[in-house]
């Protein structure tokens, strides 16, 4: 043979069919087991569902294979995800293992073989085990269905490109990670570890950070869309949704999917680019590629302080003062010395102790800068002029009832003014606490997001105790109690009276029986009410309420919930509203699908609950009107359960000359009061 | 047929090789000698494509190896640390091989069958001894017909029948069909049998190469007895690697050609001067010494 043609341009250069055909023949274990899983989930969950005859499922087998058939795709849900997520890794580690051993390495990069030729044929031969297993599924299921009497192309066939779309992505996403390690432990736990880093890391950075700055509200809520997308078995097992809308299935996601797949591809180009640049003898160890060795012991080091440093602070170091900064500290240096252990492969590794403490200093700058608030983080608070409107999610003030949690916008001035005097206060009381006599103290919770004029958004989040008679009580007071918050926080404007669907009145006293009811609308005969039936009731009820909102006598807070006032203008009992609010759109809570011409209308339903007072006069009057209350059905005054309590509490003691604090044992220590 | 030029090579900081420079003639036998060390695998893995320099370059016919499919179809290589799939049988590799190599002979295949009577060509080769794996090794690899044979300790494991076959073959092939062969091993004695050049390397470098009887040639034992029982002053341009004494024997090791350190000596009117060939293994010996690796003599 002359040279000539020994040396023709080899067809096998990028692609070789002996060496796929060898990977699926070595490998066989991998795509038969994942053959052999979703063929009892698809054709052998066929062909049984129709021999056992599960009625549930349809009256005849072919009613039976056509439920069987539109609930296919259900199983991309949660278990689609998994099986692509492990058997990506599993598929990764087998086809490039020959990476992660000298010997193995030396042999397969002596061959005639481009590293192009050996990675194409190494990325192929796994595609083709998972692809590949998902088109024999298919035409099993397929098959099973026909011979059950009925096939459905459409739902199988929407399984087939979903799951191998995902596969597409993990698989892909493995192969990346492959090229980073010359070690086959280490694979796994980088690909694992890669595909939660982002929401681990927001978690604890989340968490972190709110000791340091007081008020800190969490990372922007944009943050959370990018974590979830590089967290794909996050997104997809959460996007990925069979749906059944006006009897007809859809699939939900499918752009993720489609972006998912599209990224892997992208994975699986830069995953060439790194096998081509790295060297074969790196097999063995725990990062292959030189650039990366810096980011990961850094990384490392930085991950095992936020993660053991946080958890083992949580666990045993709660009260220890600098007890959080001292575990950061430690777990980041602990975690400095194992990565490089892990990249030099010795224990002997205290000669990089410059590296590691000068990560240690900068870290105990960037914990003590976050401690100082180097970045005027906990004192700002916006001046009122400079606030273009104001989300509050405020949780706080009495009775217990919908007014108690407000959650609003607004641009009026006067509520941006007393949002940013409570934020003031709550500022000053944390660098300047102030405790009040007694022990009458209560708590409250505010979430504030200002829109500045300058476009920025400012948040904090708080969670703070007050005792009475403090500046910061008093600021409380001004927000909580104010009518106008309170109108807010109540939101009757959200209620569509056409919508309303029931109510209910709670904590009712049977003065026969002396036990509490509860009474719905619904359980009422209307004959003998001025009301013809349940809708016209309800209106009433509703308008009722409405005017004793406007006239003051619904709707009144209270900061304190042992005040005086809040005791003897307030019953125990609470008016339920319920009615039912349409809505469209991908994520719905749907319980009842209404058809549409045309479009797709979901509605739930919602509740709001008042406390009812003595002054509620309209309210009272329809109640009565409509029979819930009479004189065997009566409210009671939170004062008469209080009195009740202290009674049970004391049953010798004078009313007179009980202990100051008395009264708060006795409604903090009770069980129940309503 | 190798041309290896000015190779650097560095592992985490320690340099593997440091300007390497070698040439290998076609069709010659090759042996690549040196201490434990001395960068000759690592030398092997780069012929064979498996590393990349860090500089340098490595050309086999004139073209580089490095991810060079149509220069590595031309070469085998037969590691110190075979590597087979697991499970694989000899068959199974040699139908692997045979999709790979396009030089692959299947009718050599059958031909050799009875050269390596003892391998169980269906029995996975990982459950075969040492002896046997490399006897398998040997077999496919005759079969791809490869122009350049790299042999990193190759004969490591075979019984000494099995040795001369399995060198009887590859000097058959070299022969009949002009392959390369580059062999690294520390049997010197049988490196001296089989090759025509040796090249000995030291600290990442080729410290001399030539061809054996060059070397043999360059080198020279002499054996003399003196008049006086002490050995005279010799001349200082005399390159006198190694000297010993038994009685009144003195045993000198003298670079140079036999006839000319001969003519040198006989100035003394020695008693008795004669000049003995070295072996391969007291060359690499005496060379080495200069290198701050000779033989030492320890008293525990």
Redesign the interface.
């Known amino acids: 043979m002359n040279w000539e043609v020994r040396t023709m341009k080899s067809a096998t250069s990028f692609f070789n069919p002996t060496l796929l055909k060898k990977n699926l023949t070595r490998y066989w274990p991998i795509w038969a087991l994942y053959t052999l899983i979703w063929a009892y989930a698809l054709p052998v969950r066929c062909l049984m569902v129709v021999s056992r005859n599960q009625l549930w499922m349809g009256d005849t087998p072919v009613q039976q294979v056509k439920t069987f058939a539109n609930e296919i795709p259900n199983l991309l849900e949660g278990f689609g995800t998994f099986m692509a997520f492990s058997f990506g890794i599993l598929t990764a580690m087998a086809m490039f293992s020959y990476l992660y051993n000298n010997r193995s390495a030396g042999m397969m990069h002596t061959l005639p073989i481009r590293r192009e030729g050996l990675f194409l044929t190494g990325y192929v031969s796994g595609l083709v085990c998972l692809l590949g297993s998902h088109c024999v599924v298919w035409l099993l299921t397929l098959t099973a269905e026909g011979l059950s009497g009925y096939m459905d192309l459409y739902t199988i066939s929407i399984w087939l490109a979903a799951q191998s779309a995902m596969c597409l992505f993990f698989y892909s996403f493995a192969v990346f990670c492959a090229m980073f390690t010359g070690h086959l432990l280490a694979l796994p736990a980088f690909y694992g570890i890669l595909n939660f880093l982002a929401i681990v890391v927001f978690s604890l950075v989340d968490y972190l950070v709110e000791p340091f700055l007081y008020g800190f509200a969490g990372l922007p809520g944009g943050a959370s869309t990018v974590v979830e997308w590089l967290t794909p078995a996050m997104c997809l097992g959460e996007e990925v949704r069979w749906r059944r809308i006006n009897s007809i299935y859809r699939l939900e996601g499918v752009a993720e999917l489609a972006i998912y797949a599209a990224v892997g591809l992208i994975l699986a180009g830069l995953a060439l680019l790194v096998y081509r640049r790295r060297h074969v003898e790196t097999a063995g160890d725990v990062v292959s590629v030189s650039v990366v060795k810096p980011i990961f012991k850094y990384g490392v080091a930085l991950c095992s302080g936020l993660c053991l440093g946080f958890w083992l602070h949580a666990m045993f170091g709660i009260n220890i003062p600098g007890g959080l900064t001292g575990n950061l500290l430690l777990w980041t240096a602990i975690g400095y010395f194992v990565a490089e252990m892990l990249l030099k492969k010795s224990f002997r590794v205290w000669k990089a102790w410059r590296g590691g403490a000068v990560l240690l200093a900068l870290v105990a700058v960037g914990l003590f800068w976050l401690q100082m608030d180097g970045f005027g983080f906990v004192s700002r608070v916006p001046a009122p002029q400079s606030v273009v409107s104001v989300k509050v999610e405020g949780r706080g003030g009495y009775p217990y009832d919908e007014g108690r949690t407000a959650d609003f916008t607004t641009e009026d001035r006067d509520i941006i003014a007393k949002t940013v005097a409570l934020h003031k206060a709550i500022v000053n009381e944390h660098h300047n606490p102030e405790f009040g006599s007694g022990s009458d103290s209560e708590s409250f919770g505010l979430n504030v997001t200002y829109t500045l004029t300058n476009g920025t958004v400012l948040r904090r989040n708080y969670h703070i105790s007050m005792w009475r008679d403090t500046r910061l009580a008093r600021a409380a007071e001004d927000f909580f109690c104010d009518p106008e918050v309170a109108k807010l926080a109540y939101d009757l404007e959200q209620i569509d009276p056409q919508r309303l669907t029931g109510a209910e009145v709670s904590s009712l006293r049977n003065t026969v029986s002396n036990k509490a009811e509860h009474i719905t609308l619904a359980e009422l005969r209307l004959s003998g009410t001025p009301y013809v039936n349940k809708q016209d009731a309800l209106q009433a009820l509703y308008h009722a309420v409405l005017l004793d909102f406007e006239q003051g006598n619904l709707g009144k807070r209270y900061l304190f919930d042992l005040d005086e006032e809040r005791q003897l203008n307030t019953y125990t009992s609470d008016l339920s509203l319920y009615w039912d609010v349409p809505q469209t759109g991908k994520h719905t809570l749907g319980y009842a699908a209404e058809a549409g011409a045309g479009s797709v209308t979901i509605s739930y339903t919602d509740f709001m609950e008042i406390t009812l007072t003595p002054q509620a006069e309209h309210t009272i009057r329809v109640l009565t009107e409509l029979g819930i209350l009479d004189e065997d059905t009566t409210m009671r005054l939170y004062r008469e359960i209080v009195d009740e309590e202290l009674r049970a509490k004391f049953p010798e003691g004078d009313p007179n000359s009980l202990p100051d604090d008395a009264f708060v044992r006795a409604v903090t220590g009770s069980i129940d009061l309503y | 047929m190798i041309k290896i030029d000015n190779v650097v090579k560095t592992?985490d900081g320690f340099r593997a090789l440091d300007g390497l420079t070698m040439q290998v003639g076609k069709g010659s036998i090759y042996g690549l000698v040196g201490p434990n060390g001395a960068g000759k695998s690592t030398i092997l893995?780069h012929i064979?494509?498996?590393?990349?320099p860090d500089s340098g370059s490595i050309l086999v016919d004139g073209q580089p190896v490095y991810?060079n499919?149509?220069?590595?179809?031309?070469?085998?290589?037969i590691?110190d640390?075979?590597?087979y799939?697991?499970s694989a049988s000899t068959r199974d590799m040699m139908r692997?091989y045979?999709?790979?190599?396009?030089?692959f002979d299947m009718q050599r295949y059958e031909a050799l069958r009875p050269a390596f009577p003892d391998v169980n060509e269906r029995h996975p080769i990982r459950r075969l001894s040492k002896g046997m794996q490399k006897q398998s090794a040997f077999w496919l690899a005759l079969c791809c017909q490869p122009?350049l044979l790299v042999l990193d300790e190759p004969v490591d494991g075979l019984d000494p029948v099995m040795r001369r076959q399995v060198w009887s073959l590859l000097m058959g092939d070299v022969a009949q069909r002009g392959t390369t062969v580059l062999v690294s091993s520390h049997n010197l004695r049988e490196l001296e049998d089989v090759c025509d050049h040796v090249g000995i390397l030291s600290h990442g470098r080729v410290l001399l190469q030539r061809s054996l009887s060059d070397l043999q040639d360059n080198v020279v034992k002499m054996q003399v007895v003196f008049p006086e029982a002490e050995a005279p002053q010799l001349p200082a341009d005399l390159q006198v690697l190694h000297t010993a004494r038994t009685g009144r024997i003195h045993t000198l090791i003298v670079r140079g050609r036999a006839d000319e350190v001969k003519s040198r000596l006989a100035a003394f009117q020695p008693i008795l001067l004669e000049a003995l060939p070295l072996t391969l293994e007291e060359i690499f010996i005496y060379e080495l010494g200069g290198e701050d690796y000779e033989v030492r003599d320890i008293v525990l």
């Open positions: 592992f893995r064979t494509g498996v590393y990349r991810e499919p149509q220069v590595k179809q031309r070469i085998f290589s590691p640390e075979l590597y799939f697991t692997f045979r999709g790979i190599y396009p030089n122009d």
